[in-house]
């Protein structure tokens, strides 16, 4: 069973901080994903990586990084937080050999103030 | 790039009624439509998917029709119960990034006892 997982499911944070949002999955996937969730806007892609060190920007990357050092471990980083970065983040991952299904984590509510 | 639109945004159906969303997407080289379940506080679930070689996919009572040429794709469930309520996702594959997607804003639906 795969299990996707993220460090926090609620973040409140402070105009101009770093923050870090990491996510893990334990079931070898090559494929990870970081997702913003808005009500009325569905799922909009931020970043996504198909290999370790590896990173591809989404639609909305602007004001966000990633990191993949590991291939389990997918790291999304907001350098100085904005209140309009308050959201839902959902964290993916999926294998190409197996099929496109995509695991979410639980997701982590992010409020900055 | 591809863009992926949902109707209705809210549904309300009777329990044991039918209920029917429709998406529409823009690429035409997309080859995979997935379908996500999101329940209140919990993470978005695979429900059915179809490939573009396939015009008519079911599973129980969740059946999914895809019209390549209209470009357009829909989720039918039968029978629905209570269980049902929930928000869902359409998605298309992005042709030119394998298995990333575009999703739908997404359909709150509603099954009334």
């Known amino acids: 069973d795969v299990k996707v997982t993220q460090s926090s499911r609620y973040l409140v944070k402070r105009t101009g901080e770093k923050v870090f949002l990491e996510c893990v999955q334990d079931?070898?996937?090559?494929?990870m994903f970081w997702y913003r969730q808005d009500p009325g806007l569905g799922l909009r892609l931020i970043y996504f990586?198909?290999?370790?060190?590896?990173?591809e920007k989404g639609d909305i990357p602007e004001g966000y990084s990633v990191s993949r050092e590991k291939k389990e471990r997918f790291s999304l980083i907001l350098e100085s937080a904005s209140t309009n970065q308050t959201s839902m983040y959902l964290c993916a991952s999926s294998s190409t050999s197996i099929s496109y299904e995509q695991y979410f984590g639980p997701g982590t509510r992010l409020t900055v103030t | 790039g591809e863009n992926v639109e949902q109707h209705p945004s809210t549904l309300s159906v009777q329990e044991g009624d039918s209920a029917v969303i429709k998406c529409t997407y823009s690429?035409?080289?997309?080859?995979?439509f997935p379908w996500y379940k999101q329940e209140l506080g919990k993470r978005p679930q695979l429900i059915i998917d179809?490939?573009?070689?396939?015009g008519e996919k079911k599973d129980q009572r969740i059946a999914v029709t895809l019209n390549k040429t209209a470009k357009h794709f829909s989720l039918h469930i039968t029978e629905t119960q209570p269980e049902d309520s929930a928000v869902y996702f359409c998605a298309a594959s992005i042709s030119s990034q394998g298995q990333n997607f575009v999703f739908g804003p997404g359909t709150r639906l509603s099954v009334l006892p």
């Open positions: 690429d035409s080289a997309s080859n995979y």
């Open positions: 990586s198909y290999d370790v060190k590896m990173k």
């Open positions: 179809i490939r573009s070689n396939v």
């Open positions: 079931m070898d996937h090559e494929n």
